[in-house]
């Protein structure tokens, strides 16, 4: 990063935490009916930043839910282009009597603004907008390489819209690299790449026994129990040690790259650790793969819940006719999610218990994401993060989904570079959600870097 650059982000660091806390008063709650107007609202926000930052042809595209936002810079010939990804909307502030200050009023405690959306997303996709502002400022008005802006406000309902988009639009949207600001810090201080994200299935199984719910005491011993049935059925999955037991599961799994797992070895993590933040007796899983492979590198089956029969206060002796379950499985690379689905309804047709029917409905299935160490991008991502916290890199993986970077792998061809300035105990989705204050200000000066990195490669 230039003398220049870094100069200018502090002469405007007072300006620029004005603007986010102007953000993030919107109550931009994108899954509640009432909050629609201030979700149309942020997102002329968001335009309005784009265009004060340089961005041209800036528009606010109206969906059948909430807008898109999108603009470009596209006047450095020969240089690669960046499609800058992030989202407005947040989630609900709920409770809201465990916040310590109201949700939407930012609060500084500590070197933290604490409120709704400060890590997720806005926060982090703002320093985008504001590292594109600096480095106009400082290019005589220009950019080191070409800029897309495609920014969403329906992330946190599932991203129909922007998904659509997508689809229908491949050569507007065509770029080198996705960049994409929805993610953390492995520890504080420590520059970290995620270069993985393991996908998703999400099932609902129904389990059916007798026509209707049966008296115990008449019935009992003889009928089917459709919520002991499915119990049974979801037991088999797994074996004592935690390994699935659904034939296919592991058929197509790859291994991390070595740059990947050497990585691991240097990441400031302990099992002793881990297992005190969980607040659970022991871990569970493969024993012969390491914790950090397991939530990272490995598919995963587990059960969210169940429900049927009788849960109410006192007693009512029923053999229960019908129960549910919520069960999901977590992908990782080169496994394809219609084929785990179906080995997934094959292995529950061949186990179903006797006297229980049972349906599977899929309610979504989106695969894995990994992205190459050794990418001109990420390489060049990586170097920033070493240079401006001056510590070497690590590439970890996510457990959960982005979507959105699956899709831009699909449909764009690009990678996406996963570069998140939050901390592991930010509390998103929960009260009190916080954002380090020093942390916005590095990720404006570490995406400004890789910008410039990338454009000079």
């Not at 499915?230 to 797994?238: D, N, V």
Request: charged letters at 25%; aromatic letters at 8%; one cysteine or more.
């Amino acid at each position: 990063m230039t003398a220049a650059v870094d100069r200018y982000i502090q002469q405007n660091e007072s300006r620029f935490l004005d603007e986010l806390f102007t953000f993030l008063r919107i109550p931009s709650v994108s899954t509640l009916p009432e909050h629609k107007k201030d979700v149309a609202r942020a997102a002329e926000f968001v335009a309005d930043a784009l265009r004060q930052a340089g961005i041209e042809h800036v528009e606010v595209i109206q969906t059948a839910k909430h807008p898109l936002i999108s603009g470009d810079w596209l006047h450095a010939p020969g240089k690669p282009t960046v499609l800058c990804y992030g989202h407005y909307d947040v989630q609900p502030p709920d409770p809201l009597d465990l916040w310590d200050t109201p949700p939407f009023e930012p609060n500084i405690r500590n070197g933290n603004v604490y409120a709704r959306g400060s890590a997720d997303d806005k926060g982090q996709m703002y320093m985008h907008i504001k590292a594109i502002e600096a480095l106009r400022e400082t290019h005589g008005g220009r950019l080191p390489l070409n800029i897309k802006f495609l920014i969403e406000g329906e992330e946190e309902v599932g991203g129909e819209s922007i998904s659509a988009y997508v689809r229908r639009h491949k050569e507007k949207l065509k770029a080198d690299v996705a960049l994409v600001s929805d993610t953390e810090l492995f520890a504080d201080g420590v520059p970290t790449l995620c270069i993985g994200l393991r996908g998703l299935v999400y099932l609902e199984v129904e389990a059916a026994g007798p026509a209707r719910d049966l008296h115990s005491g008449m019935y009992g011993g003889a009928a089917p129990n459709a919520v002991y049935g499915l119990i049974q059925l979801l037991a088999r999955a797994k074996d004592e040690k935690g390994r699935i037991r659904i034939p296919g599961i592991y058929d197509d799994l790859s291994t991390p790259d070595p740059v990947e797992v050497e990585s691991w070895k240097r990441l400031p993590f302990t099992e002793k650790e881990f297992l005190q933040h969980i607040g659970s007796s022991a871990l569970t899983g493969e024993p012969d793969q390491s914790v950090l492979a397991r939530v990272w590198a490995r598919p995963t089956f587990e059960v969210h819940g169940i429900a049927g029969g009788f849960t109410g206060a006192g007693a009512k002796t029923v053999i229960p006719a019908k129960a549910v379950a919520k069960v999901s499985l977590r992908l990782v690379p080169e496994q394809k999610p219609e084929k785990v689905v179906a080995a997934v309804k094959e292995w529950i047709s061949q186990n179903t218990p006797e006297g229980i029917r049972t349906a599977v409905r899929v309610l979504s299935a989106s695969p894995a994401t990994l992205v190459n160490p050794h990418h001109r991008a990420i390489e060049a991502a990586a170097k920033a993060f070493s240079d401006v916290l001056a510590k070497e890199t690590v590439f970890v993986r996510g457990g959960g989904s982005i979507p959105i970077v699956g899709e831009f792998a699909s449909e764009l061809g690009i990678p996406t570079v996963l570069m998140g300035f939050g901390l592991p105990d930010d509390g998103l989705h929960s009260p009190n959600e916080k954002y380090r204050i020093a942390n916005y200000y590095l990720g404006i000066r570490t995406i400004a870097k890789f910008l410039e990195d990338y454009a000079a490669l």
